[in-house]
């Protein structure tokens, strides 16, 4: 029977985690993550799980014990925020490059500088060429649905690549909100035990792991990461959809808001999603033909389907919650044009930096986003394709 | 979206208004209706302005923005009075909640013109009265309860008494202090 209750998304990770039990938890804590493993710590005294919880001194020592624990053949995790990430850089490629599928619950928030604790993206945007599945999160909700489907989708044998798990910090780690959590056995049952393939700890097969690849062969071992990722894609969907039998909740790689007959679109992830809609909402009920596009699987990105869900749409903006420093805009917005760019798409693009370092966006400031689509449509000019949104200048 | 209820806490660091909107978002949540209740935090130290926020509907809530047109205002520090703009934004059809041990006549000249309802409470008699140490929360949270008419008295208190129940289950013996604090606070509340 799902249990209707009212969670921090912090307090639903944790709990996805306690009906999970993983082998190995690794933790340094850092704002707004901190209370993952404070939860899950209660848990472990509590006797509630038989993980092995290990307090370390660093976010790069709490990546590499989970990288060494799941090489050993555990399933392992870690969580961070911010400049955790960023410590924990070179262990980032590790995980990935080694094919190791542990997962990161991952509350985003702004890197230093200027020192800041609130949410944007920019800690997991940097990391998204690392190799790791990226999925973000709207709600607590979904924060916990994602943890629940992590380990699934990374130790699929067609996938086996490390998962970051991602919700916005304080907006929706430090917020309560209603959810509805799947009972323990259901979950129990959905994750599986994990039976790995090749492991350290496997006395008849004996390996190395992360040795050094002489060029000759560094790079058919990035190919074959590739084509890890590119499975990604399928499994994701296939896990999604079994989850959907568990507890009644679709996930696809994006969500599409009221997009049938959209005439101009936003494409965005996290938590301002949910701000977007009721802007959309406001809209349509004046007549107005706009939509929404969420990103749920960021990495890999899901080039082909976007482009085709945005392929009649006139005018879409692309909202990064990360600088990318390119002097064109985020991060997002090139994933997004180069999809558009690919399918011939004919719609006008433009791309807004916004909500950086936890600044507020409202209801209102995603309809002067539509206002401004509108407008571009009608002058049959984008203008300028690289805006700020909410910022003084 | 009519009968969504919008509430700001505005505190010091280390005072419970985040606690406090936690707590609401609770006990709504136990009447059955959809809730919000997040921090808004500034630098992270003791005694440093904090604002807190509630939503509270009949219907999913989605939005994910701070709230700027609330229609109660709680000041859990009146020092606050003086340096943050506490009724910016509140709608002049709801209503203000201030702990203060002055009175309404004292209160309402540092409101700004604020033309709605001004509600005080001093939750430090409350809170020493009955719980002997300084917990301003705990009489704040029943008093906007009571003030935004957010569930009837009898079902908070049952609510409340399960809720403090299940948090104090290691120290029971502040459960009835808590209770008496609600309750107090409800009669104070003018």
């Known amino acids: 029977m799902a249990k209707r209750e009212r969670l921090s998304g912090n307090e639903a990770v944790a709990i996805a985690l306690r009906q999970i039990n993983p082998d190995v938890f690794p933790a340094f804590p850092i704002t707004p993550s901190t209370e993952i493993p404070q939860y899950f710590s209660t848990f472990v005294a509590n006797g509630q799980v038989d993980t092995e919880f290990i307090p370390v001194e660093s976010e790069h020592s709490s990546m590499s014990a989970t990288i060494g624990a799941s090489a050993a053949g555990a399933r392992a995790l870690t969580a961070t925020s911010s400049c955790g990430l960023a410590y924990m850089w070179e262990e980032l490629y590790i995980a990935a490059s080694n094919r190791l599928p542990l997962a990161l619950a991952l509350v985003n928030r702004a890197l230093s500088g200027p020192i800041n604790i609130n949410c944007d993206h920019s800690d997991s945007m940097g990391a998204r060429d690392a190799g790791w599945i990226q999925i973000y999160a709207e709600n607590n909700q979904e924060a916990y649905d994602n943890m629940v489907q992590a380990f699934r989708i990374a130790e699929h044998k067609d996938v086996r690549l490390p998962i970051m798990i991602c919700q916005d910090g304080f907006i929706t780690s430090h917020a309560v909100e209603n959810i509805e959590l799947l009972d323990d056995d259901t979950v129990k049952n959905f994750v599986g035990e994990y039976e790995p393939e090749n492991y350290l700890l496997n006395p008849k097969e004996t390996m190395a792991v992360g040795p050094y690849a002489i060029t000759d062969y560094y790079m058919e071992a990035k190919r074959n990461q590739a084509e890890g990722m590119k499975h990604a894609v399928d499994v994701v969907k296939v896990i999604a959809k079994e989850f959907a039998t568990i507890s009644g909740r679709e996930y696809g790689l994006f969500e599409e808001y009221r997009m049938e007959d959209a005439e101009t679109a936003i494409v965005i992830i996290g938590s301002a999603a949910g701000t977007a809609k009721d802007a959309v909402d406001a809209l349509r009920e004046k007549g107005e033909k706009v939509g929404l596009i969420k990103i749920r699987l960021y990495r890999p990105f899901p080039a082909d389907e976007l482009a085709q869900a945005l392929q009649n749409v006139k005018a879409v903006a692309i909202m990064d919650r990360a600088e990318g420093y390119t002097n064109h805009g985020g991060p997002l917005g090139a994933d997004v044009m180069s999809a558009l760019y690919r399918a011939k798409a004919q719609a006008f693009a433009v791309n807004y930096i916004y909500g950086l370092g936890g600044r507020d966006v409202r209801v209102e400031d995603i309809e002067g986003v539509f206002e401004t689509l509108k407008q571009i449509v009608a002058d049959g000019d984008a203008g300028e394709t690289y805006r700020y949104l909410g910022v003084r200048e | ?190």
Do not use: C
């Open chain 2, 1 to 190: 979206m009519s009968n969504l209820t919008e509430i700001r806490w505005h505190g010091r660091g280390g005072q419970g208004a985040k606690t406090a909107a936690l707590l609401l978002a609770d006990v709504a949540f136990q009447t059955g209706k959809y809730v919000q209740g997040f921090p808004e935090y500034g630098p992270e130290r003791m005694g440093a302005p904090i604002t807190a926020y509630n939503r509270i509907s009949d219907k999913q809530i989605r939005v994910h923005s701070n709230i700027y047109d609330p229609q109660y205002v709680v000041v859990v520090d009146e020092s606050l009075l003086e340096t943050v703009d506490v009724t910016k934004g509140l709608k002049k059809e709801g209503a203000i909640l201030v702990n203060t041990h002055r009175t309404k006549e004292e209160i309402i000249p540092h409101l700004k013109g604020y033309e709605g309802k001004v509600y005080i409470i001093d939750a430090h008699k409350v809170s020493m009265a009955t719980m002997g140490k300084y917990f301003p929360n705990t009489p704040l949270l029943a008093a906007i309860v009571k003030v935004a008419g957010i569930m009837e008295e009898e079902t908070f208190l049952r609510e409340m008494e399960s809720s403090f129940k299940h948090k104090f289950a290691s120290k029971p013996e502040v459960i009835d202090g808590n209770m008496a604090a609600l309750k107090m606070a409800m009669q104070e509340v003018q």
